[in-house]
Nanobody, 127 residues
Framework: QVQLVESGGGSVQTGGSLRLSCTTS??????VGWFRQAPGKEREGVSC????????HYADSVKGRFTVSRDSSGNTVYLQMNSLKPEDTAVYYC??????????????????????WGQGTQVTVSS
């Protein structure tokens, strides 16, 4: 069983930054995605990173503002969020799946593609 541990959420003002972390042992073997869910809305994909070659993908809504990366061990994945907006307010989840990446890259931000999920961390952006 893979247990993902997230951290780094919090409250910031518009334009601020936060860095989320997602970690577990042997995470280097998994593709990792970041998702978010706002109250009353469906869970949506934000970003993802491959397990092997560092390929990444971003939803249009965060492109240019968010950056996903891994540490040197591969066991921690970060989501650096800059220029935050009130519409970024949501519970953020990381998810992992045992595959290098996705044949169709955009599939990596589809929730149904992931087997393991973290508990979520709240991000609140005030105007």
């Amino acid at each position: 069983q893979v247990q993902l541990v997230e951290s780094g959420g919090g409250s910031v003002q518009t334009g601020g930054s936060l860095r989320l972390s997602c970690t577990t042992s042997r995470l280097e073997n998994y593709a990792v995605g970041w998702f978010r869910q706002a109250p009353g809305k469906e869970r949506e994909g934000v970003s993802c990173i491959s397990s092997t070659d560092g390929r990444t993908h971003y939803a249009d809504s965060v492109k240019g503002r968010f950056t996903v990366s891994r540490d040197s061990s591969g066991n921690t994945v970060y989501l650096q969020m800059n220029s935050l907006k009130p519409e970024d307010t949501a519970v953020y989840y990381c998810a992992a799946d045992i595959r290098p990446f996705f044949a169709v890259q955009s599939m990596c931000i589809k929730p149904a593609e992931y087997e393991y999920w973290g508990q979520g961390t709240q991000v609140t952006v005030s105007s």
